[in-house]
Every structure is written in C-alpha cells, then in structure tokens.
T-cell receptor, first 117, second 113 residues
Framework: EAGVAQSPRYKIIEKRQSVAFWCNPISGHATLYWYQQILGQGPKLLIQ????????DSQLPKDRFSAERLKGVDSTLKIQPAKLEDSAVYLCASSLDLAGGGQETQYFGPGTRLLVL | AQSVTQLGSHVSVSEGALVLLRCNYSSSVPPYLFWYVQYPNQGLQLLLK??????LVKGINGFEAEFKKSETSFHLTKPSAHMSDAAEYFCAVSDHSSYKLIFGSGTRLLVRP
C-alpha cells in the first residue's frame, strides 16, 4: 500500500515570495491533516479536512496561509507571502475517517522542508 | 485544554540498556494516546497507541507503554536499546472534538555503542 506522498521535499525561497506544497493521501482515507513542525518542536496542526470540508483550521494563519482539498483527495497548502518564521517542515497526514472518534491512526508523509531567507 | 509534556529533550543510553522516555498528559476525559518515532528527514511513524483497552500497550520494534491514569502518564519503554533506535520520539494526545493530534515537544534518543 502506497503511503502519503508529498512534494517538493525541499524548498528555499526568499521572504515575501509565495510557495505551495502538495499532498496525496493514502487511497481511501477521508481525513487529511497539515501540520507545521518548527525545529526542536512537535508538529502543530494547521488545518484538517474531512473529505473536502474543513474540520479545524483554528491555528492556520489565514492572512497568509491557505489550503484546499479538491474532490476530497489531493491537497495543496499555500503560503503567500512567506515570512522568516515560516521556516519549518510541513507534514501531511491522513487517516481513514473520523468515525473512530480520535483513535484512528494518522499516517504521515515525509514532509516538505521549507527555508525562508 | 489538552496538553502533553515530555520530560527530557535528550536521553542518552548505552546499547543494550533500558530505554525510558517520559510522557505526561493533561485531559479532562479518558484520552487516546500515541507514541510516534521520527527518523532524520522522514515523517512520523506510529509506534503504538492507547485506546482504552489494555493499559499495557505493545508496539513495534520491541517498544511498549503503560497507561497510568493516577499518574496521568504514558511512558515509553524498551528493555534493550539498539543503535537503530536512535531517533526523535513524540508523545501525542487526540483532541476530543476534532480528533487532531496534540504533540509533545519530543525527546531525542541517543544510543551509545
């Protein structure tokens, strides 16, 4: 079974530029998550989708970050414009659905490492 | 609000020694708890999870964790460390409403030959 795919793996941009990350979840997984992992910290949820609807985006900086999940499969996360503090690893994860009530395993992709100069 | 505290940002053990990584949680209701491992430049991989069945949970690679409600702890152990266990370990609790994972700050395990 293929895992969660993410691209690109690495990205270097200058501040105020824009950047986009792509995620393809495990086939059949209804729930998709984007996490931000700053160096030395645990991952922090940015946004969570159930199919193509948003479940939780309370910690997404909506003035610069946006995300979509068209057709309830692939997802893109965009930052525009980027700031120095956005340097982090962006992890995508997916799980079967929310019916398990929080005990569903989340499967993580390898992440995209972003450096903002 | 739920939270997770991992004591010790770095733990160093000798190969063959006991591994003990500490995790304490804060939750007003019975939690779902997880341990994930992250190898360099890779995503997170599930080691084990507690979902209110047995309090002693066995995971992959010889790891296990015990849920202790009275101590609000979910410490991760392995009887004998192997060089390949060197990685970063994250404890997480599942949020009650959205089911998102709330992670601790992680513990980096170093294994000395």
């Amino acid at each position: 079974e293929a895992g969660v795919a993410q691209s690109p793996r690495y990205k270097i941009i200058e501040k105020r530029q824009s950047v986009a990350f792509w995620c393809n979840p495990i086939s059949g997984h209804a729930t998709l998550y984007w996490y931000q992992q700053i160096l030395g910290q645990g991952p922090k949820l940015l946004i969570q989708f159930q199919n193509n609807g948003v479940v939780d985006d309370s910690q997404l900086p909506k003035d610069r970050f946006s995300a979509e999940r068209l057709k309830g499969v692939d997802s893109t996360l965009k930052i525009q414009p980027a700031k120095l503090e956005d340097s982090a690893v962006y992890l995508c994860a997916s799980s079967l659905d929310l019916a398990g009530g929080g005990q569903e395993t989340q499967y993580f992709g390898p992440g995209t490492r972003l450096l903002v100069l | 609000a739920q939270s997770v505290t991992q004591l010790g940002s770095h733990v160093s053990v000798s190969e063959g020694a006991l591994v003990l990584l500490r995790c304490n949680y804060s939750s007003s209701v019975p939690p779902y708890l997880f341990w994930y491992v992250q190898y360099p430049n890779q995503g997170l991989q599930l080691l084990l999870k507690y979902t209110s069945a047995a309090t002693l949970v066995k995971g992959i690679n010889g790891f296990e964790a015990e849920f202790k409600k009275s101590e609000t702890s979910f410490h991760l152990t392995k009887p004998s460390a192997h060089m390949s266990d060197a990685a970063e370990y994250f404890c997480a609790v599942s949020d009650h409403s959205s089911y998102k994972l709330i992670f601790g700050s992680g513990t980096r395990l170093l294994v000395r030959p």
